[in-house]
Nanobody, 115 residues
């Protein structure tokens, strides 16, 4: 069963940091690019960061560039999102997905950034 499970969300003050994890199972995650998306209340889901299958290229939304870092550990089938200098506008549910033919999505992890 293809599955993605996100974790690491929580409540943090503005300026703080969190590290999200996305654990993949049921498929060879290292063969696929992985992405993090987020969705804030009342807004559409938006791309946050992407990483190639071997981690040699990353791409970020303009709003998070320089603050967030996507990485992966293919031995652990896990992708990470290190989020620093968090802002209240980063508050959202964060999801990971893979460029797999069935395009799996995790259940999401809530990030709340207070003023």
């Amino acid at each position: 069963q293809v599955q993605l499970v996100e974790s690491g969300g929580g409540l943090v003050q503005a300026g703080g940091s969190l590290r999200l994890s996305c654990a993949a199972s049921g498929f060879t995650a290292r063969a696929y690019a992985m992405s993090w998306y987020r969705q804030a209340p009342g807004k559409e889901r938006e791309l946050v960061a992407q990483i190639t299958s071997i981690g040699d290229f990353t791409n970020y939304a303009h709003s998070v560039k320089g603050r967030f870092t996507i990485s992966r550990d293919n031995a652990k089938n896990t992708v990470y999102l290190q989020m620093n200098s968090l802002k209240p506008e980063d508050t959202a549910v964060y999801y990971c997905t893979a460029s797999h033919p069935i395009r799996p999505w995790g259940q999401g992890t809530q990030v709340n950034v207070s003023h």
